[in-house]
């Protein structure tokens, strides 16, 4: 398929794509090829949407959330017929090989399966009153105009983890997305454009206008979404240094924020592991995706005994990977997202050789015809062994880079895992009980994702997704994540005809 095959099927007007008026001008990063030139919102574009989508919370708030469900399950079944296409587009603008490409459409079908059940299961408690003859409970309620602004290496999987619970907890969305990854988000926006049709012929009337909106440009329009008294939740998924400005502009009007922002992500590899094992985690964690994950493993912190023969296995793997256009078949490592990723690897390579790191790997890889190659940006994953846990590992760079480092104890092994700020994704590989329960317990990982003989990087829906430290301490998808799209009233019913107060407290007036 050409682009324009991959973009007409998404539902987008190829065509129509390319404005004379764009000032957003999208790239392949498998070719340098120009996509698009979109017109930018602008702020009062961004004010008007806002806007738009408080009014629609106000009317969709009222209706019942399993017809809110309904909507969902609609936005996944045009998801499931459109699974092909969109996860071309994703592999075509973001970069990604072909398997992960659908795979994070069908991330997003997952979420919405997840968001129908729940929009049926949005329960509180009923809770003992010490008084006779009352009743306590706590009642969930929709929350308001809920933002997202989401990043590159996921480009439509995290707008999915918000929009599918916000949309059943009675809420409306705007969604800015990275501005190198637009179209993804157009199509995304067709694709809930037809579910809403389809709602509206069963349901007319039910799902107001700018119940789901797109904003299109750079960080101002981010801005305007952190600082405006209408959006109740801003969640957002990027840098630390993003997300501190978003938790700042939130915290001002006392708003309510959910930070998915850095990982440094490290593997515990004991003497008890399956080596081989281990290895086939090892390789997906840290060259997945071309090391672009929130959840890419960075880190990896081997016992002595086994260190030598485990980077032995890694050089001779390392040595073989598939490296290419992700649209292709088989291949494993697609491209770096632009220039300034491949220059933010090269920083910290020459950084790792400065404190005594012995490199293999990290050159760049030419990839198709000259020009696509001076293009694009294909490296070689790269594997460092470092003599110590230094400054280097302390900072995310997001790029294929795995650091190896040794240790002697499981606690020393533990407190290296923990030693950078930031705290998203932990795995230790052992056999030994009692290694693996410690890593799990207080005393081990402080990351919000502790795995054990399995890799730090592609966590299912269904559990709780998030992190600690500089990772922002947001939860999204699965588990009870729900609730920050909701908020939460106590209520006290007396059926009694007296009024006694809590606390033995006594107030009579005669």
Known sequence: MTSADILNACGLDAAALDRIDGTLTVHSPCDGSCLARLREHTTEDAQRLIAQAHEAFLQWRQTPAPLRGELVRLLGEVLRERRTALG????????????????????????????????????????????PGHRMMETWHPLGVCGVITAFNFPVAVWAWNAALALVCGDSVVWKPSEKTPLTA????????????????????????????LLLGGAPLGEMLSQSPQVALVSATGS?????????????????????????????????????????????????????????????????????????????????????????????VGPLIDARAYEAMQNALRAAREQGGAVTGGERVPVGAAQAASASWYVKPALVRMPRQS????????????????????????????????????????????????????????????????????????????????????RESGSDAWKNYMRRATNTINYSGALPLAQGVRFDIG
Do not use: W
Request: hydrophobic residues 45%.
């Open 88 to 131: 071309a587009l994703v592999t075509l603008e973001a970069g990604k090989i072909k398997s992960e490409g659908t795979g994070e459409v069908q991330e997003m079908i997952d979420i919405c399966d997840f968001a129908t059940g729940l929009s049926r299961q949005l329960h509180g408690l009923t809770i003992a009153s010490e008084r």
């Open 186 to 213: 157009l199509a995304v926006m067709r694709a809930f454009d037809e579910a809403a049709a389809r709602f509206e012929r069963s349901h007319p009337g039910l799902a107001p206008q700018g119940l789901c909106s």
């Open 240 to 332: 630390v240094a993003m997300g501190r400005k978003v938790a700042v502009a939130v915290a001002q009007r006392l708003g309510r924020s959910l930070l998915e922002l850095g990982g440094n992500n490290a593997m515990v590899v004991t003497p008890s592991a399956d080596l081989e094992l281990a290895l086939r985690a090892i390789v997906f964690s840290a060259v997945g995706t071309a090391g672009q994950r929130c959840t890419t493993l960075r880190r990896l912190i081997v016992h002595r005994s086994v260190a030598d023969r485990l980077h032995e296995r890694l050089a001779q793997v390392y040595a073989h990977l598939a490296i290419g256009d992700p649209r292709e078949e088989g291949k494993l």
């Open 391 to 474: 400054e280097v590992m302390h900072a995310e760079t997001f790029a294929p880079i795995l650091y190896l480092v040794e240790y002697d104890g499981i606690e020393e092994a533990i407190d290296l895992n923990n030693a950078v700020p930031q705290g998203l994704s932990s795995a230790i590989f052992s056999n030994d009980v009692r290694e693996a329960e410690l890593f799990m317990s207080a005393l081990g990982s402080d990351c919000g994702l502790a795995n054990v003989n399995i890799g730090t990087s592609g966590a299912e829906i269904g559990g709780a997704f998030g992190g600690e430290k500089e990772t922002g301490g947001g």
